[in-house]
C-alpha cells in the first residue's frame, strides 16, 4: 500500500531509519547536530562575515584584493557545506529500502522536471 509519500516525508523515514540503525548519538552527527557553542561560533562567523562584506561595500574606493580574498572564504564554505549534505544526503539513502529508494529517484526526476518547466517559462518571458 503506497500512501501519498512526499520526499520531506520519504527524508523523515529515513532519518528515523538511520537512528534506529546506529543510535542517537551516531545520527546527530551524521546531520550536523549542533551544540549551542558551535551554533554561537557559527552565529560570531557569520556577523563577521557580514562586516567585512559591508567594510568592502562602504569603502571609498573599491580593494579587489579583499573582495576577492572574501569570495575565496566564502566559496570554501559554500563548498564544505553542499560536501556535507551531499555526504548526509548518501548516507541516507543508504539506509532507504528497496522500495523507498524508488520512490526517492521519482520523486526527483518530478521535481527536476517542474524545475526546467519553469525555467523555460522564464525563458520565454525574457524573450520578449
Partial sequence: MCFGVNRFQLLLLASAAVVAAVGVGAAMTLGGGDDAATLQANA???????????????????????AQAFID????????????????????????????????QELSAKKMEKQQKRMQKGDKKAQL
Fill in 73 to 104: 572564504v566564502q566559496q570554501a564554505n559554500h563548498q564544505t557545506r553542499m560536501m556535507n549534505m551531499l555526504q548526509a544526503q548518501q548516507e541516507i539513502y543508504q539506509v532507504l529500502t528497496p522500495e523507498q529508494q524508488q520512490k526517492y
Fill in 44 to 66: 560570531e562567523q557569520r556577523q563577521a562575515m557580514y562586516q567585512q562584506r559591508m567594510e568592502i561595500i562602504t569603502a571609498a574606493s573599491f580593494d579587489e584584493g579583499a
